[in-house]
Each structure stands twice: as C-alpha cells, then as structure tokens.
C-alpha cells in the first residue's frame, strides 16, 4: 500500500503529481492528513486532482491552523490520540496486502517528521520526496532545517532533486535521483497561460517562513523598503499565519501600492507568478518554480537549502535589505527565457515505487 502522509498546500501541490500518475495507472492509494494548515489543504485537493482524504489524524488546533508553539503541542497531541485510537488497525491495513507498504512524506514540514515517525510505528518504510536538501545552517531556516535532517536519517528511500542533495545522502541505502523537484510537473502538468504585463506590471510578495515572521525588526525594515523602493504595485499573497502576525502592519501598507490577498489556488497561484514582473519569496517552492518560469527572484532569507536560479533569475538575500533594495530596482536583469525539462520528477518517483513493489 502507497499512503501519502501531508499536512500543507505546499506538500499536497509538490505530491499531487506523483499521486495523479498513480491513479492514471490504476495504482490505489491512501491519504492521511494532519491538516497543518487547516485552512487550505482540504480546498485545495480537487483543484489538484485529489480525491477527499482516507484519514484525517488532526485538524490544526479548533480548526485553525498552527500559529505558534503552543497550537504545535495541541495539533500533536491529535495525531498522539489517532494513533493510540487507530495505530493497530492502521498496521494491519498496511500489511493486509501481502505487498510491502510505504508512506511518502516530502519536505521539510513537521507533517514529514510526524509521517516519517509513523511509518516506522506502523511497520511500513519512509520514502521522502525532496530529499537530501540542506541549507548547512541547522539554524535558518528554522525549524525546516531540523526536519530535513531527522526524514532523513529515518527515511528508506530517498527521492534527491538534484546532484548535490545526493552527494548529502552518499553511503545511504535507497537513495534515487529525479533531476528536479516534483514542483516542476505541478507547474508543467498545466502550463501557466500568464506573461509579464507591460501595460500594468506588477511585483508578487509571498514571505511566510515562521522564522521570518517572528523577526519583527527585519518584516518592519522589508515591508518598508518595499513599499518606498518597488518600481510597481504589489500583490502580497498572505496566508493565515502571515495574517496573524503581521496583523495591523499589513493593514496599514497603503491600498494604492499593495493588493492583499489570501492564499490562491495553486493554478491561480502559478498564473499570478508567471505574469509577475519580479517576485520576492523566502518560498523554496517559489523558488523552484520561478526558475522554470524565469521570473526575476529576490529569495528573502537567510540561508536556502536550494540553488534554483541562484546567479541568474535569483539572488539571496541574506535578509540584507540593501540588497532587495538594489535588486527592486535591477530586477529586469534577471528576467530568464522559460525553462523546458525532458525529465519528469514525478515519472521517476511513481517508475521506483513500482520497482519496489509499494502497491
């Protein structure tokens, strides 16, 4: 049995493709979801091709998704209570069909450390999509850091994107190059329609990373240099998260220059940042995705784990805000021709699983 263990609309977005080709093969599988964000993920399954979920292990905390530490220990205590409730039959649904089973978790999220835990309570493997990231700084960003290196001392099979996330899993077992991120087939498998305006362009805001939020004096200095330095109006996509913290400051960022909006579908998302003049992020998704669409990108972080674009549509910031400053105003310079990619993660990924006889 293949069962997907997700919790966000960046994890059902980057697996959707795997699991689409699944089913176009005849291939069942299951979907439990700790809804992480309990806001998105359920809205967004049919936009993607996703059947309703088999099991939901939490709901967020109330129903809201994760804010802060305290809804971290509420939202695992669920999962805690789903297992000691269904934990026993659960592992014999995994071993009912005499084939082996595995869950597949991918990123970087606490959902990828609670499913790659479950897999080994249940008797099932781990395979992790989007493996063998590392940004070499435990540190930044945190706590996504952390998760990337505990999946991957308990993962079985490693799907690495590229050269280099390989190199990090040398001398483990199960480790399985796919030449790029399953984002790309998100992006590809519908081909944004969207190009950059030049009648009424505009810059695309997406920053949502928990350590970037927290930092109160670096999301003050960014929305400022922003909202003084942008050549063109903003469209700032914020999630509940980003909402919640940021609060009266995105209230206050002047409707002339910044269209708000709540968190898209990923078609829609994928259209908006095709059409985009630049885009700052500190989104690793983003990040991929813009360097297939050749998006000029200011990667707002500290430290990335991911080298897409970097010295040619991308630049990292170092959270320096000279350097989104210099970049606002020589984003042009960065715009790249579309990527075309004879490979496709996902093809990979599905081609190992049947090898392996998850099914």
């Known amino acids: 049995m293949i069962v997907f263990v997700y919790g966000t609309t960046a994890e059902a977005i980057k697996l959707a493709p795997v699991a689409r080709r699944l089913a176009d093969q005849g291939v069942d599988y299951e979907q439990w979801l700790t809804l992480q ?20 292990l939490a709901n967020g905390r109330g129903g809201k998704p994760l804010a802060g530490p305290a809804d971290v220990v509420v939202w695992l205590g669920q999962i805690l209570a789903w297992v000691v409730r269904s934990g026993w039959s659960a ?76 190199a990090v899993l040398a ?28 009648t009424d362009p505009y810059g695309l805001v997406l920053l949502h990373r928990f350590e970037f939020l927290t930092a109160a004096g670096l999301t003050d200095r960014t929305l400022a240099a922003l909202q003084q330095h942008a050549p063109h109006r903003m469209v700032l996509v914020a999630d509940d998260q980003a909402r919640h913290v940021l609060g009266s400051r995105l209230d206050a960022l ?6 708000v909006l709540d968190k898209v579908p990923h078609a829609e998302f994928t259209d908006l940042l095709a059409g985009a003049s ?14 297939l669409l050749g998006v000029p990108t200011l990667v707002h972080r500290k430290e990335t784990e991911r080298q897409d674009g970097l010295g040619e549509n991308a630049e990292l910031s ?24 004879r490979i496709s993660p996902s093809d990979i990924v599905v081609k190992d699983l049947m090898t392996r006889e998850y099914h």
């Not at 964000?37 to 309703?52: F, M, N, Y």
């Not at 630049?278 to 360097?291: C, L």
Request: one cysteine or more.
């Open 37 to 56: 964000q309990s806001d998105t993920v359920l809205r967004a399954l049919p936009g993607l091709g996703l059947p309703a979920p088999d099991h939901v």
């Open 91 to 166: 592992r014999r649904r995994l071993r009912s069909g005499g084939g082996r089973s595995v869950l597949v978790v991918h990123g970087d999220t606490m959902t990828s450390v609670v499913g790659a835990v479950l897999a080994k309570l249940l008797g099932a493997d781990c395979a992790h999509v989007e493996a063998g990231l590392r940004s070499g700084n435990w540190r930044h960003p945190f706590p996504e850091e952390l998760d990337r290196r505990i999946v991957g001392r308990l993962a079985d099979v490693h799907y690495a994107p590229s050269d280099a996330a390989a």
């Open 171 to 198: 001398g483990r077992r199960g480790v399985v190059p796919t030449g790029a991120n399953t984002v790309v087939d998100a992006v590809l498998d519908r081909a944004p329609s969207a190009r950059p305006s030049e």
């Open 254 to 259: 002047p409707p002339e220059l910044f269209t």
């Open 278 to 291: 630049f885009v700052v992020t500190d989104s690793g998704g983003v990040q991929e995705e813009a360097a």
């Open 318 to 341: 170092g959270w320096d805000v000279d350097v989104l400053q210099r970049f606002l105003r020589s984003h042009a310079e960065r715009r790249r021709p579309p990527q075309t990619l």
